[in-house]
Nanobody, 124 residues
Framework: EVQVVESGGGSVQPGGSLRLSCAAS????????VSWFRQVPGKEGEGVAC????????YYTDSVKGRFTISRDNAKNTVYLQMNSLKPEDTAMYRC?????????????????WGQGTQVTVSS
């Protein structure tokens, strides 16, 4: 059984930090690139960050560069998203997804496995 479970979301003030975790099981985690997407209800989702299977390469959408860091611990089958200097526009449901097609990471259609999401709310 494949499972992808996010945690770590919550409510913070602008400028605050959160660390999201994505715990996976049921597939060969170390062969998959993993990304974080975020979505506001009624709007199209956005790829936030991606990390390749070995953790060597990372990719970010422009709006989070310098503020967010994606990392992974393959021994724990877990990917993290450290979010610093949070802004209200970062508010969204954050979902973790896994794909073999890392070069197309921005396209939601390439992902094989998705978590249900963890909510991040940034407000003063």
């Amino acid at each position: 059984e494949v499972q992808v479970v996010e945690s770590g979301g919550g409510s913070v003030q602008p400028g605050g930090s959160l660390r999201l975790s994505c715990a996976a099981s049921g597939f060969i985690f170390g062969t998959y690139a993993v990304s974080w997407f975020r979505q506001v209800p009624g709007k199209e989702g956005e790829g936030v960050a991606c990390i390749t299977s070995g953790g060597v390469n990372t990719y970010y959408t422009d709006s989070v560069k310098g503020r967010f860091t994606i990392s992974r611990d393959n021994a724990k089958n877990t990917v993290y998203l450290q979010m610093n200097s949070l802004k209200p526009e970062d508010t969204a449901m954050y979902r973790c997804a896994a794909t073999r097609a890392w070069s197309l990471w921005r396209a939601a259609s390439v992902y094989d496995y998705w978590g249900q999401g963890t909510q991040v709310t940034v407000s003063s």
